[in-house]
């Protein structure tokens, strides 16, 4: 049962901040742990549960996870000390786009382009972040299928959002090449949202007289329908994994 003082959880029902599987993550994990990387850095990084699985898979590198969110990154160093990684990772509250950095020989940057400002502003400010011969993974919203003006205008916050195809074409103009090309799946986002949504729910079936209950049923009422009669099976999120040359 939920603690009423403490309110809704906060992403805790997610293991990843973005619609990713862990079959997905395990295979994108295995392709940069390949890389044998000795500096992982993870720009918007969250609680950087993925930069924990890569340097738990190679255990001569170290990391860095950037983000602007103090709690997420209090989980991330709590993982971190489970996972007996604390020695080989830091999480800094900073802005990505400003945090001084050495290049790295693998990046991350999930779902968190928006620190950098549009797609291709990330993928350029990214690129002298990577060494080269590194390798980026990089998640970002794209569209699946065309949206209606009404859901552009909805999802104004994800700035300018692009095909598949535009983002990897962001990406080879920035410098990168393309290794690996994919995208969430409906189950991925199902998910997610579901997740997202349970923070609100769950905590709602046991606080229905809580003070806060009415706006927050309304806010999880009108994330739903924005998701499920609004952008489901239209917002899509790209997975490309892009290599610097050496
Ligand atoms: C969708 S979440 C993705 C988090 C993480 N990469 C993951 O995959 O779980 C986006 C993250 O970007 C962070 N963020 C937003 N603006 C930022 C900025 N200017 N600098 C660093 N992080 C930022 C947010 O705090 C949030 O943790």
Redesign the pocket.
């Known amino acids: 049962m939920p603690d009423a003082d403490a309110g809704p959880g906060y992403y805790a029902y997610l293991t990843?901040?973005?619609p990713l599987s862990t079959m997905r993550a395990h295979r994108l994990v295995a392709a940069l742990a390949a890389a044998d990387p000795r500096t992982v850095l993870?720009?918007?990084?969250?609680?950087g549960?993925?930069l924990l699985q890569v340097l738990a898979c190679v255990p001569a590198a170290s990391g860095v996870g950037?983000?602007?969110?103090p709690r997420?990154l209090a989980r991330g160093r709590a993982n971190a000390d489970s996972l007996g990684l604390t020695d080989r990772v830091r999480f800094v509250e900073a802005?990505?786009?400003e945090a001084t950095q050495e290049p790295a020989d693998v990046v991350i940057c999930?779902?968190?382009s928006?620190?950098f400002g549009s797609s291709a502003d990330a993928l350029h400010a990214l690129y002298p972040l990577l060494r080269p011969g590194g390798r980026l993974l990089f998640g970002d919203a794209i569209w699946e299928r065309p949206p209606t003006a009404e859901l552009i205008e909805q999802l104004a916050g994800l700035g300018t959002v692009t095909d598949l195809a535009g983002v990897v074409d962001i990406a080879i103009d920035a410098g990168f090449r393309p290794l690996s090309i994919g995208s969430a799946s409906r189950a991925e986002w199902e998910e997610f949202e579901s997740g997202y949504l349970a923070d609100w729910e769950e905590w709602l079936l046991g606080n229905t007289k809580h003070p806060d209950a009415g706006h927050i049923r309304a806010a999880a009422d009108a994330h739903r329908d924005q998701w499920l009669r609004g952008y489901r099976d239209v917002l899509g999120f790209s997975y490309l994994i892009i290599g610097r040359s050496a």
Do not use: I
């Not at 950037?66 to 969110?69: E, I, L, M, R």
């Open positions: 990843y901040n973005v993870d720009a918007g990084c969250g609680w549960e993925l950037v983000d602007t969110d997420a802005a990505a786009a999930l779902g968190s928006q620190a």
